[in-house]
């Protein structure tokens, strides 16, 4: 039962709306984007976000296989170099160190496959999908009920 439903404060959320419509605007290919909001909420355990992304990723032609191992996309042969630097972009920005913030070898990992404006747009999709993750599991938004938009 959920705890409370967000969609009666729209106005307090319309900047993540707006965040996410940046996100899906920008020059980011959509599957990294799901890969990359699948990986965080893992990280995270949101219940919510990791079935609304799971939906929209197979919606959009992700492989099962892909998303059944992306926990463990370091040992997977099957993500390519981008894919696996915007993965570890995403969890060491979700994990920050505190006291050395994100490694120097993750951020040069990114900077090979993405521009500075690339990461930038892969940094608020990170930050987008933190912020949801921590609506989504105090809130106890009701898991499954997501249907994705028809293509």
Not at 4 to 28: C, G, I, Q
Not at 39 to 56: I, P
Not at 122 to 136: E, K
Request: with cysteine; glycine share 4%.
């Amino acid at each position: 039962m959920p705890r409370f439903n967000v969609n009666k404060r729209l106005d307090a959320v319309k900047p993540l709306f707006a965040l996410a419509e940046y996100v899906k605007n920008s020059d980011l290919e959509q599957s990294l984007i799901e890969l990359v909001l699948m990986r965080v909420s893992q990280l995270n355990g949101c219940a919510y976000c990791l079935d609304m992304h799971s939906k929209d990723a197979r919606a959009a032609g992700e492989t099962e296989q892909r998303l059944y191992v992306l926990q463990a996309w370091r040992e997977a042969p099957f993500y390519s170099a981008r894919e696996r630097a915007a993965l570890a972009w995403g969890e060491a920005v979700t994990r920050l160190d505190p006291i050395h913030g994100v490694p120097d070898e993750v951020y040069e990992q990114a900077r090979a496959e993405f521009s500075e404006e690339q990461l930038i747009d892969l940094n608020m999709a990170i930050i987008l999908i933190n912020s949801w993750n921590r609506i989504a599991i105090p809130s106890k938004a009701d898991v499954g009920s997501y249907k994705p938009p028809k293509h």
